[in-house]
């Protein structure tokens, strides 16, 4: 198997790996924050700054009120932490960011498209926003972190975090794993790069990948991306991978137990699972 494996899930920062015969090879292994929570977390940010709260559900209740109509009522939330609060939030943005959005054909300009037509969206507590611009600029962060700046929120934890400035595109983030790994494999890394995860349900971020990628490789490379048609493999690729190689009767002899974790270190993993 030659393949350079993009994993791009909700929570977790975005990984890159080139893998060759079965193997991982270490010296490619990247990630970036740029990932699907940050996006999330951008999409809060755009529906809040325009003077609409994001209400989790468990801040109020529906009842019917004059003429059968339903009435939405604040309750007194339960004991919970902000920190809830703010996952609760997230994962309301993230599902608009899943049905609306999707991937610009070529690089998108926010000023340039300001006019663009607006998409609605209907909020758990009944509240209808018009997601415009955003719709495409948010995605688009995949390939120019700079548009970050339009969200000021997200970008200054960014940068209270550090390393703001340094990051890059995924599309040179994925060219930089090919380029770690010996001449020999590229090619082939080349020809067969792997999107999985949730937001690799981005409709058109597959060819806008390959596009971006194919510019920035070698001239005689062939550049091709691929991911599952069937959504729910695409977003649970690593995981149903991961389920297929515990289910294999080797996949005992990869197991690294508490003791020997103890001993040896994290490192232990990567000699009996290499």
């Not at 510019?215 to 550049?223: D, G």
């Not at 294999?248 to 490192?267: I, N, P």
Request: proline share 5%; with cysteine.
């Amino acid at each position: 198997m030659h393949a350079a494996s993009f994993m791009h899930a909700l929570h977790t920062p975005l990984a890159f790996s080139a893998v060759h015969d079965g193997f991982v090879l270490q010296k490619s292994v990247a990630s970036t924050p740029l990932a699907g929570q940050l996006l999330s977390q951008c999409m809060a940010a755009a529906v809040e700054s325009r003077g609409t709260p994001i209400r989790p559900r468990f801040e109020f209740t529906r009842r019917e009120g004059h003429g059968g109509k339903l009435e939405v009522v604040s309750v007194a939330p339960p004991a919970t932490t902000a920190s809830y609060r703010a996952w609760c939030v997230e994962a309301i943005a993230g599902d608009i960011k899943d049905t609306i959005c999707r991937v610009s054909d070529n690089a998108f300009d926010p000023q340039e498209n300001a006019n663009i037509p607006t998409v609605m969206y209907e909020l758990p507590d009944g509240q209808e926003i018009a997601i415009g611009t955003d719709r495409f600029a948010i995605p688009e962060i995949l390939f120019n972190p700079a548009l970050l700046e339009g969200y000021a929120p997200v970008a200054a934890r960014l940068k209270a975090a550090g390393g703001f400035e340094s990051l890059q595109g995924i599309h040179h983030l994925a060219n930089d794993c090919i380029s770690q790994c010996d001449v020999d494999v590229r090619k082939d890394l080349y020809g067969g790069l792997v999107l999985t995860g949730g937001t690799a349900g981005f409709a058109a971020l597959r060819d806008r990948l390959e596009k971006e990628v194919a510019e920035l490789a070698p001239q005689m490379a062939k550049v091709k991306v691929v991911c599952s048609a069937n959504a729910v493999e695409r977003r649970y690729g690593v995981w149903i991978g991961g389920s297929i190689l515990a289910s294999l009767g080797t996949f005992q002899q990869m197991w690294m137990s508490k003791a020997e974790y103890r001993e040896y270190g994290a490192g232990l993993i990567h000699k009996k699972a290499p």
